[in-house]
Antibody
Framework: QIQLVQSGPELKKPGESLKISCKAS????????MQWVKQAPGKGLQYMGW????????TYADDFKERFVFSLETSASTAYLQINNLKNEDTATYFC??????WGQGVMVTVSS | DIQMTQSPHSLSASLGETVSIECLAS??????LAWYQQKPGKSPQLLIY???SLQDGVPSRFSGSGSGTQYSLKISNMQPEDEGVYYC?????????FGSGTKLEIK
């Protein structure tokens, strides 16, 4: 069955970087793009963008064009989200999703000094 | 970006009742509209895609309708497990955008 398993929770300080993973199984990884969605505590869903798993080309929504990097490790069927120069407002749960149908369990990221 | 205006913000319903949630797109989205249910601490679950197609495994009491810029989700015969937050999402134009959510509770 299709599964997206994300890495564990993160606690970081402002200015630090982090990289969270999303490992796919149950399908051919390069057949489908991977989407990323942010959900701040108590807030709604915010679409961050997607990465073409065949070419590695990322596309970012406007709010995520700086400091955010989507990448792949195709041999491991894994997608990554890197956030640089973390800010308090990056505190959120980050989801990966295939076609917004199959979702990972989410990674809770807390940024606090 | 296409704006998705969802209403109401919250809703309470009795068991067995029928409820509707509305979503208005800022421009036509050609039925590229999905509905999700999210429960606390969980990932969103797809209920409806392409405005009215029921995702596999989703109970038939959920239905979607609409066209152009106006869409709705109807839940018939409200059940306890239907409590949660519901989101609409347009998949017509990048960046995909979500509505602000509707919190549905049992009265």
């Amino acid at each position: 069955q299709i599964q997206l398993v994300q890495s564990g929770p993160e606690l970081k300080k402002p200015g630090e970087s982090l990289k969270i993973s999303c490992k796919a199984s149950g399908y051919t990884f390069t057949d489908y793009a991977m989407q990323w969605v942010k959900q701040a505590p108590g807030k709604g869903l915010q679409y961050m963008g997607w990465i073409n798993t065949q070419t590695g080309k990322p596309t970012y929504a406007d709010d995520f064009k700086e400091r955010f990097v989507f990448s792949l490790e195709t041999s491991a069927s894994t997608a990554y989200l890197q956030i640089n120069n973390l800010k308090n407002e990056d505190t959120a749960t980050y989801f990966c999703a295939r076609a917004l149908i199959w979702w990972g369990q989410g990674v809770m990221v807390t940024v606090s000094s | 970006d296409i704006q998705m205006t969802q209403s109401p913000h919250s809703l309470s319903a009795s068991l067995g009742e029928t409820v509707s949630i509305e979503c208005l797109a800022s421009e036509g989205i050609s039925n590229y509209l999905a509905w999700y249910q999210q429960k606390p601490g969980k990932s969103p679950q797809l209920l409806i895609y392409y405005a009215s197609s029921l995702q596999d495994g989703v109970p038939s009491r959920f239905s979607g309708s609409g066209s152009g810029t106006q869409y709705s989700l109807k839940i018939s015969n409200m059940q306890p497990e239907d409590e949660g937050v519901y989101y609409c999402q347009q998949g017509y134009k990048y960046p995909f955008t979500f509505g602000s959510g509707t919190k549905l509770e049992i009265k």
